[in-house]
């Protein structure tokens, strides 16, 4: 499975922004996708996931929205009210796992490469 993030870049300060991933290869072995961020100096942490069938998400705030295009092979996610403290890279994961939280970095089988944002006023 390789999985392909885009969208970022550099957003202003209150608006929103969403974020793809889009997944090739062996996607029949995806049941969950996650999102993740790396501030600058800081870890990696959980945002929000979904379950690629149930289409069922968990997030990490409310100011997530997870969602998917299973005809596009594509997870999306939006943060909303963007402030400084969202600039980072963001990655999309995927995982054979299809229940509970999934929200630790060890519960995904498949990586992307990340794509910056960048926070603005």
């Known amino acids: 499975v390789q999985l392909q993030a885009s969208g970022g870049g550099l957003v202003q300060a209150g608006g929103s922004l969403r974020l793809s991933c889009t997944a090739s290869?062996?996607?029949?072995?995806?049941?969950?996708v996650g999102w993740f961020r790396q501030a600058p100096g800081k870890d990696r942490t959980f945002v929000g996931r979904i379950l690629w069938g149930s289409g069922t998400t968990y997030y990490a705030g409310d100011r997530f929205t997870v969602s998917r295009d299973s005809a596009k092979n594509t997870a999306y996610l939006q943060v909303h009210s963007l402030t400084f403290e969202d600039t980072a890279v963001y990655y999309c994961a995927a995982g054979p796992t299809r229940f509970g939280a999934i929200k630790e970095p060890y519960e995904y089988k498949y990586w992307g490469r990340g794509t910056l944002v960048t926070v603005s006023s």
């Open positions: 290869g062996r996607t029949g072995d995806i049941n969950s």
